[in-house]
């Protein structure tokens, strides 16, 4: 019996954690960190495979989430469906194979072209506004939502103003349900909360990340939106006359550096390590290449760095070297004793630095971004130089990498400071 309740969703859930009833293709779960979108999710595909032979695509920003976030995870598709229903689960393919025929097939948002093939009769976009590439993937899952008499699809995110989620919002065949964090405090762990609460709570951002609202442009900030999705450019430049994705060609570069601001404790509520990477090609254009921060020891993050240095074939790592002292190229140094690294100090306040930065992003063809950045460019887009140095602020360590990076790869060039190699210097491989 107890057994039984425990699988019934209809006894747990709160209104908005249900579609509507009607005639929707999508249903737009758009709420704070913590809501219960995963799981409502993860009960509404359950639902859906309860019919025989029925084939569900979840989509996930990457590999590692579909696995530890929507099929293992406490909220995922494992832990909502009763164990004697399961047949197999596959994990490196992420798949889930049910009794009665029915199969949820995993995907990552970073291989949209895997979408393109397969056929499904419902489809679950995880945490959609992380997505690296959220147009192509949607698209190509769209194409293959064609299986039984009405296929529809379920996405569950914390709101963020990106072009792709606006038009799905738009849509008339959309559905939306809203929630914030506070509506399922009493499930969430308190560490959860407080963590939430400290990192969020009383900032511009905590109206996104706790209360599920979609900010526009914030006032204050130096960044906006329309400058870095004017110049975005995505991997898959389109579908050919064969219907097979195309690959966006990056230029060769001149430069590539990687901008490091190090968090300068560790532990469950340390800084971020902010960590990217930087491209300047033979135009004069700045290519952000990628974002790899993290949160982890000084060991962890160099060994980030270091993998990323030689992945994208680096000239140079520029860290910040503050609180923390020598600390950077130390750690560095240490294990990576190959990889040249340029200390900076923050001698200028943080807006002195940054306004210039994003000077550059207001000229259109300037700096471009490839794929998006969902982090990076929330704190670009919401950090309030007004704000600086308060306590209680998280500090903007992946906009300060990306300004390290910037400032160092167009001062050393245009101060004439760099070499320019061989014009036959490599392509970053991505
Ligand atoms: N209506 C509910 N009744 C009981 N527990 C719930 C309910 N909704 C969510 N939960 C539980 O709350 C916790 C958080 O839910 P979930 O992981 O789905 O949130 P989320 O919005 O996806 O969070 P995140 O922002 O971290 O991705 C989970 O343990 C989940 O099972
Ligand atoms: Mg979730």
Redesign the pocket.
């Known amino acids: 019996m107890l057994h039984r309740l425990k699988y019934d969703w209809s006894l ?3 209104p908005e ?1 249900r579609p509507p009833e009607g005639d929707w293709d999508f249903w737009l779960y758009l ?10 999710a ?1 009960e509404e595909a359950k639902l859906r495979a309860a019919v025989p032979e029925t084939r569900i695509a979840v989509v996930g920003p990457t590999h590692g989430v579909v696995r530890d ?1 929507c099929i293992e ?3 995922g598709i494992l ?1 909502v469906t009763p164990p004697d229903m399961i047949e197999k689960y596959n994990r490196s393919l992420g798949q889930v194979w049910l009794k009665n025929g029915s199969v949820y097939f995993g995907y990552s948002s970073t291989e949209p072209d895997r979408l393109r093939g397969p056929e499904h009769h419902f489809a679950w976009f995880e ?1 959609f506004a992380a997505h690296r590439y959220p147009q192509e993937v949607f698209d190509m899952a769209v194409m293959g939502l064609r299986l039984g008499d009405h296929p529809q699809g379920v996405i ?1 995110t ?1 709101p963020r103003p990106i072009p792709t989620l606006k038009a799905i919002m738009a849509d008339p065949s959309t559905v939306i349900t809203r929630g914030r964090t506070l509506d ?1 405090a009493k ?2 762990p308190l560490s959860t909360m407080r963590y939430l609460l400290r990192r969020f709570a009383g900032s511009t951002l905590g109206r996104q990340e706790l209360d599920g609202e979609m900010l526009e442009d914030i006032e204050g900030a130096l960044w906006r939106r329309r400058w870095i999705d004017r110049d975005r450019v995505n991997r898959f430049a389109g579908i050919d006359e064969y219907g097979m994705p195309t690959l966006f060609q990056l230029p060769q570069m001149l430069t590539i550096c990687i901008g490091v601001d190090p968090a300068v404790t560790s532990g469950e509520d340390a800084d971020e390590t902010g960590i990217v990477v930087v491209g300047l090609d033979y135009e004069g254009v700045v290519w952000v290449l990628d974002d790899l921060s993290m949160r982890g020891t000084s060991a962890q993050w160099a060994q980030e760095v270091a993998r990323a240095y030689k992945r994208y074939g680096a000239d140079v790592v520029v860290a910040e070297r503050n609180n923390g002292g020598d600390m950077v190229e130390e750690t560095l140094r240490r294990a990576y004793r190959w990889i040249p690294v340029k200390p900076v100090w923050a001698s200028e306040g943080k807006k002195t630095r940054a306004q210039p930065v994003a000077s550059m992003y207001e000229k259109a063809g300037t700096v471009r971004h490839v794929g998006s950045f969902p982090e990076l460019e929330d704190q670009m887009c919401s950090w309030d130089p007004r704000d600086a140095g308060k306590a209680n602020k998280a500090s903007p360590d992946r906009m300060d990498a990306l300004v390290w990076a910037v400032h160092y790869i167009t001062e050393s060039v245009y101060g004439g400071g760099l070499v320019i190699p061989d014009p036959d210097a490599r392509i970053p491989k991505h």
């Not at 709420?31 to 409502?40: L, M």
Request: glycine content about 16%; hydrophobic content about 25%.
């Open positions: 747990w859930a709160r954690q709420a704070g960190r913590g809501t219960g979108k995963t799981r409502s993860a976030v995870g406490r909220s832990s945490e569950t914390t399922n499930n969430l």
